[in-house]
């Protein structure tokens, strides 16, 4: 179903996800730095690793939910500022570990490469969903 005309009304406040450290609750990303990824075959691409546990379960496994997301180079990440190829990310609030990232490329728990990888656990982060008002919203008579 597509109703393209359907209404002008909302369209400015539609809500919005970000990203938050769960510990202090610093932004950390919004939805618009997520960089997303196709599915990967889940258990197909770890076979090598997992091979006890497609005997134990059988092979059709949907791909997993992944369990966390990939976003841009962001400015609060200090070491990809300082060049390196690799490295932990720690939220700049409270140094608690976020994530990882690497240049070169990381996989996701789906099976999926991401390159670069910039990837941020979601036990870690707190997705939150918030109302963009638009201008003639934020000052209220
Ligand atoms: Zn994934
Ligand atoms: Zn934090």
Same mark, same amino acid.
């Given at each position: 179903m597509e109703e393209a005309n359907s209404?002008?009304? !909302?369209? +400015?406040?539609?809500? #919005? =996800?970000i990203y938050r450290c769960k510990k202090c609750r610093r932004i950390v990303a919004a939805?618009?730095?997520? /960089?997303?990824? %196709?599915?990967?075959?889940? +258990?197909k691409c770890f076979r090598w690793k997992k091979r006890s546990s497609i005997f134990l379960k059988g092979t059709d496994t949907?791909?997993?939910?992944?369990?966390?997301?990939?976003? %841009?180079p962001m400015k609060?990440? #200090?070491?990809? %500022?300082? !060049? =390196?190829?690799?490295?932990?990310? #720690?939220?700049?609030?409270?140094?608690?570990?976020?994530g990882s990232f690497n240049? /070169?490329?990381?996989q996701c728990n789906c099976g999926a490469w991401v390159n670069p990888a910039f990837q941020l656990h979601k036990s870690r982060i707190d997705e939150c969903?918030?109302?963009? =008002?638009? %201008? #003639?919203?934020s000052t209220p008579n």
């Open positions: 209404s002008n009304v !909302g369209t +400015e406040s539609k809500p #919005q =996800t939805e618009e730095n997520v /960089v997303l990824h %196709e599915r990967g075959q889940g +258990e949907e791909p997993p939910e992944c369990s966390s997301i990939f976003v %841009e609060w990440m #200090q070491a990809v %500022e300082e !060049g =390196t190829i690799g490295e932990k990310l #720690q939220c700049i609030g409270c140094k608690a570990r976020l240049w /070169v490329g990381m969903h918030i109302y963009l =008002t638009a %201008e #003639q919203d």
